[in-house]
């Protein structure tokens, strides 16, 4: 795989977009690297849902060509004793608050080197103790992609010292004949992305998935079912989504975040 000429540097907050925040973020990051590409993976981050984002961005990042520069700013700690570092991996680099939102990449390993970011002249000189988005991430962000190595930003420290959150988990307490888990996130069409993972669902096997009052089969696409209908079925993640063909299922079920689910046959 080719390392891209000039990194790009990747976006996820839960800042929205109706201020200007993001705008601000990127304003910084181009007044630096004029030439660094931007992109926008998502700013509908629920606000402050540390986990939502870990997952999302663990799910996200093997998309991406090496080199690309993250930036993950959901900070409800900003302003507070919270470090900001920096972790390199094998094919990228990674910039937020050390609060849990980099528990997937820990997850996955690969893990080169990670630093405290403390060095100021990579950051805007003057910094607002609630936007550290724009006056820390962004600039170091610009810094990296012109050149700046991760070693420069601060000083190295262990990857286990770094603040790791529980993630909503998939088990079984019978053998694999029912797996538990829970709902992760909804997304834009109002499906509901859950933490079963079909990897653990034995295909041979007929499955249904019980959320809410509902029990609803596990089906290869939307169009299994007939318009309006509730059915589970493996999203592009490789997770198990409930959705309701060609209308929004948070809505129609009832159902939300944090909602127990459960996978039988």
């Known amino acids: 795989m080719h390392t891209l000429l000039r990194p790009a540097v990747v976006l996820m907050t839960d800042f929205g977009l ?7 973020m990127k304003g910084v990051i181009l007044s630096l690297a004029p030439a660094a590409p931007i992109i926008d993976l998502t700013h509908a981050i629920t606000p402050q849902n540390i986990a ?24 409800p700690g900003v302003g507070t004793s919270r470090k900001a570092i920096a972790v390199e991996t094998a094919r990228h680099i990674f910039l937020a608050p050390d609060n849990g939102l980099l528990t997937s990449i820990f997850q996955a390993g690969e893990i080169k080197r990670c630093v405290t970011i403390t060095n100021e ?21 610009a810094h990296l992609a012109s050149g ?21 988990g998939c088990q079984s307490r ?7 888990g829970s709902i ?50 493996t999203g592009s993640s490789g997770m198990i989504e409930i959705a309701v063909r060609n ?19």
């Open 18 to 24: 109706v201020d200007t925040y993001v705008g601000q």
């Open 52 to 75: 939502q984002g870990t997952f999302l961005l663990g799910k996200s990042t093997q998309f991406f060509q090496n080199g690309t520069i993250f930036v993950a700013v959901v900070d």
């Open 121 to 141: 002249i990579y950051m805007l000189p003057s910094r607002s103790s609630t936007f550290h988005g724009r006056d820390v991430f962004s600039p170091v962000a």
């Open 148 to 168: 700046v190595t991760v070693e420069e930003l601060g000083p190295e420290i262990d990857p286990s010292t770094c603040t790791r959150i529980p993630l909503p």
């Open 174 to 180: 019978d053998d694999g004949a029912s797996w538990e």
């Open 184 to 233: 992760i996130c909804t997304d834009h069409f109002g499906n509901l992305i859950t933490s079963l993972d079909s990897e653990v669902l034995d295909r041979s096997k007929k499955w249904i998935i019980h959320a809410g009052k509902y029990q609803l089969p596990v089906c290869g696409t939307y169009g299994d079912v007939a318009e309006r209908q509730p059915l589970a079925y």
């Open 247 to 265: 209308g929004n299922a948070a809505e129609t079920l009832r159902l939300k975040d944090g909602d127990s689910v459960r996978a039988f046959f």
